[in-house]
T-cell receptor, first 112, second 117 residues
Framework: EADIYQTPRYLVIGTGKKITLECSQT?????MYWYQQDPGMELHLIHY???????EKGDLSSESTVSRIRTEHFPLTLESARPSHTSQYLC???????????FGPGTRLTVT | AQKITQTQPGMFVQEKEAVTLDCTYD???????LFWYKQPSSGEMIFLIY??????QNATEGRYSLNFQKARKSANLVISASQLGDSAMYFC??????????????FGGGTRVLVKP
């Protein structure tokens, strides 16, 4: 059973606010990922990390930023939320020697 | 060009019957992998099954099996004996290796399955 957590699960916030979406895993996985998913649509990779102090942008351009100061923690930050940021954000991790990505429960963000 | 194509946006299936979800992919890599994930209305992504490009046998996991046809670049998911709890979105995804980035997943657009009692 994968142990990857995301908080909050749901967030409704006003335009212009700064927000941080939390993602933590207790499996010691080096590789972590952030995906953005609009309702009923495919997932798009927006950020990934291959270890501490390593972060890269994904395939879909995003105004969000990420950090990886600890192996288990991979937070995503939006400095100034806009309605176009309304979406679901899914965090995932992969262990060494395997390909399966374990996903967290997701954060559904609504910016009003 | 789409890397992963799921041509069935939605489908109904009768409880206890089998259903096949289509997935075709496009890659020039020799080494790659195909995944299927289930996403219920609660939003989490649940791993179902994985097939590596070099695996000669079709992958099976309980009621899930992957019909891998490499020459046709298709990786269809078969769910046998459908249950009401199988109602969800199903996503096909492909793993490719990128020199700088390592393994990355690309997802298809998904197929919504509704199981009727």
């Amino acid at each position: 059973e994968a142990d990857i957590y995301q908080t909050p699960r749901y967030l409704v916030i006003g335009t212009g606010k700064k927000i941080t979406l939390e993602c933590s895993q207790t499996m010691g996985h080096d590789k972590m990922y952030w995906y953005q998913q609009d309702p009923g649509m495919e997932l798009h990779l927006i950020h990934y990390s291959y270890g501490v102090n390593s972060t890269e942008k994904g395939d879909l351009s995003s105004e969000s930023t990420v950090s990886r100061i600890r192996t288990e923690h991979f937070p995503l930050t939006l400095e100034s939320a806009r309605p176009s940021h309304t979406s679901q954000y899914l965090c995932a991790s992969v262990g060494t020697g395997t390909y399966e990505q374990y996903f967290g429960p997701g954060t559904r963000l609504t910016v009003t | 060009a789409q890397k992963i194509t799921q041509t069935q946006p939605g489908m109904f299936v009768q409880e206890k019957e089998a259903v096949t979800l289509d997935c075709t992919y496009d890659t020039s890599d020799q080494s790659y992998g195909l995944f299927w994930y289930k996403q219920p209305s609660s939003g989490e992504m649940i791993f179902l099954i994985y097939q590596g490009s070099y695996d000669e046998q079709n992958a099976t996991e309980g009621r899930y099996s992957l019909n891998f046809q490499k020459a046709r670049k298709s990786a269809n998911l078969v769910i046998s004996a459908s249950q009401l709890g199988d109602s969800a979105m199903y996503f096909c995804a492909m793993r490719e290796y990128h020199k700088a980035a390592g393994n990355k997943l690309t997802f298809g657009g998904g197929t919504r399955v509704l199981v009727k009692p």
